[in-house]
């Protein structure tokens, strides 16, 4: 099973960026999973932010980020990538990275689905 580590969260003034990295180790290859970044604010569920299958050609994206937010993978490092921009009180929450081996078009959105998860980041954007 992959293990996932998150890095990247911080503190920022709204309209800042942030780029949250997802490092996967274990006894297999990033390039096997199709990765989401999942966020939940203090007394709210967990909610979807942003998919990317096992090549990176198919990404999704909450309503709430599309256009702010972009997801990307570096499979030759491992790696997983939030960048995000233009960052506002909203956006404030502990971000996961996660990932699963099967990608379904009906529930890459669904926490449920992914069957690892990191400890999550906290990001923290002020106003």
């Known amino acids: 099973q992959v293990r996932l580590v998150e890095s990247g969260g911080g503190l920022v003034q709204a309209g800042g960026s942030l780029r949250l990295s997802c490092a996967a180790s274990?006894?297999?290859?990033?390039?096997?999973?199709?990765m989401g970044w999942f966020r939940q604010a203090p007394g709210k569920e967990r909610e979807f932010v942003a998919f990317?299958?096992?090549?990176?050609?198919?990404?999704h994206y909450a309503d709430s980020v599309k256009g702010r937010f972009t997801i990307s993978r570096d499979n030759a490092k491992n790696m997983g990538y939030l960048e995000m921009n233009s960052l506002n009180s909203e956006d404030t929450a502990v971000y996961y990275c996660?990932?699963?081996?099967?990608?379904?078009?009906?529930?890459?959105?669904?926490?449920?689905?992914?069957?690892?998860w990191g400890q999550g980041t906290q990001v923290t954007v002020s106003s």
């Open positions: 990317i299958n096992w090549t990176g050609g198919i990404t």
């Open positions: 996660a990932a699963d081996l099967k990608y379904y078009r009906e529930t890459y959105y669904l926490a449920g689905k992914y069957e690892a």
């Open positions: 274990g006894r297999t290859f990033i390039s096997n999973y199709v």
